[in-house]
């Protein structure tokens, strides 16, 4: 079976763009949630879905969006790019929301300059 | 609110040798506790975990236990291998509303043969 997939594996942007990311849970999986990694550091909570609703919200800007869609894929935009955005982006996925942990997939790696 | 104190690294062995790193936790309530790896270029991946004090999480030689008298959920392993370097990242969940992981800063671990 397939793990999670994200999309792009790399992406480079400026300042003031604004970028989309795209997460593809384990077929089955309901709830995707998104953390960012900084380089040197643990990942740091954004968001969570889970049926489609918003479960969790970590402490980022308004500039950060997400939304899932009907067959439990998600996307993360974020608008108006900093430089400090620049991180690798991390989606999970879990078959519910119950804190038994999560599967990741491999990131999409986001440079901002 | 949650935190993870992890112990420092850079941490270096020579293979055979047993490992230990340390984590404690802050957390309300009774968490659930986890130790993700995350070897060169990949995402996160699950190593273990324990939902409740006084378990034992083991996988690939690799245990921690629960410790809620002392906070903890040191990791180790009686003999490890060049296999093993990667960054290590203990965490947890504390709220079951949703699946937001609180992740330590990650120690990174090189074994040399």
């Known amino acids: 079976d397939a793990g999670v997939t994200q999309s792009p594996t790399h992406l480079i942007k400026t300042r003031g763009q604004q970028v989309t990311l795209r997460c593809s849970p384990i077929?089955?999986?309901?709830?995707v949630s998104w953390y960012q990694q900084v380089l040197g550091q643990g990942p740091q909570f954004i968001f969570q879905?889970?049926?489609?609703?918003?479960?969790g919200r970590g402490n980022f800007p308004d500039r950060f969006s997400a939304r899932q869609f009907p067959n439990y894929s998600s996307e993360l935009n974020v608008n108006a790019l900093l430089l400090g955005d620049s991180a690798l982006y991390l989606c999970?996925?879990?078959?519910?929301?119950?804190?038994?942990?999560?599967?990741f997939g491999p990131g999409t790696r986001l440079t901002v300059l | 609110g949650d935190s993870v104190t992890q112990m420092e690294g850079p941490v270096t062995l020579s293979e055979e040798a047993f490992l230990t790193i340390n984590c404690t936790y802050t957390?309300?309530?009774?968490?659930?506790l986890f130790w993700y790896v995350q070897y060169p270029g990949e995402g996160l991946q699950l190593l273990l975990k324990?939902?409740?004090?006084?378990d034992k999480g083991s996988n690939k030689g690799f245990e921690a236990t629960y410790r809620k008298e002392t906070t903890s959920f040191h990791l180790e392993k009686g003999s490890v291998q060049v296999s093993d370097s990667a960054v290590y990242f203990c965490?947890?969940?504390?709220?079951?509303?949703?699946?937001?992981?609180?992740f330590g800063t990650g120690t990174r671990l090189t074994i040399i043969p």
């Open positions: 999970a996925s879990s078959l519910v929301s119950m804190g038994q942990g999560q599967f």
């Open positions: 077929s089955g999986h309901k709830s």
């Open positions: 879905y889970y049926e489609k609703e918003e479960r």
């Open positions: 957390a309300t309530g009774y968490p659930s």
């Open positions: 324990a939902t409740k004090a006084d």
């Open positions: 965490a947890l969940i504390s709220n079951f509303g949703n699946e937001k992981l609180t």
